[in-house]
């Protein structure tokens, strides 16, 4: 008789907010000219044990609708919370009531911008910020929930 063993892929949610719907359009100075979509395509061949969804929102109720689904079924969550990163006490309490932990990334670095990019109303809840490494950001994000985040 055979030994099966039921593997179950590990499950991670990039979530992106208002305008990166836009990548390789708007501002390429700052945020390149790839689309996310496909770029998306790339950082799910980086991770090919796992199940790695995507979700876009310009409507900031749909992003807490998002997390609050993802909070307690996904391993954890890559956000890039765009404008309301600086402006969403929703998003922010959002985070904090759910189980699986965060990620707060950003393409650009917020800090050499201008100034009222410099605070972030989420990171208080998020396990950590990368920020500044393009779109590598979330594949930096998804290697530390991967590789080094304890279950």
């Known amino acids: 008789m055979r030994d099966i063993t039921i593997f179950s892929l590990m499950k991670y949610m990039v979530i992106n907010g208002p305008n990166l719907n836009l990548l390789g359009t708007r501002e390429k100075s700052v945020y390149g000219d790839r689309s996310f979509e496909n770029y998306f395509v790339e950082l799910k061949d980086s991770f090919p044990d796992h199940e790695i969804g995507y979700f876009q929102s310009?409507?900031?109720?749909?992003?807490?609708?998002?997390?609050?689904?993802?909070?307690?079924?996904?391993?954890?969550?890559?956000?890039?919370?765009?404008?309301?990163?600086?402006?969403?006490?929703?998003?922010?309490?959002?985070?904090?009531?759910?189980?699986?932990?965060?990620?707060?990334?950003?393409?650009?670095?917020?800090?050499?911008?201008?100034?009222?990019?410099?605070h972030s109303l989420i990171s208080k809840n998020c396990i950590g910020?990368?920020?500044?490494?393009?779109?590598?950001?979330?594949?930096?994000?998804?290697?530390?929930?991967?590789?080094?985040?304890?279950?």
């Open 58 to 118: 310009n409507v900031e109720g749909e992003l807490i609708n998002k997390l609050h689904q993802a909070g307690f079924d996904y391993q954890g969550i890559v956000l890039n919370a765009g404008g309301y990163t600086h402006t969403s006490v929703a998003l922010s309490d959002a985070i904090a009531a759910i189980n699986t932990p965060v990620v707060e990334v950003h393409i650009s670095n917020i800090h050499a911008r201008e100034s009222y990019r410099h």
């Open 129 to 151: 910020i990368i920020a500044g490494f393009g779109l590598d950001s979330y594949k930096l994000a998804l290697q530390y929930l991967t590789s080094y985040m304890p279950l």
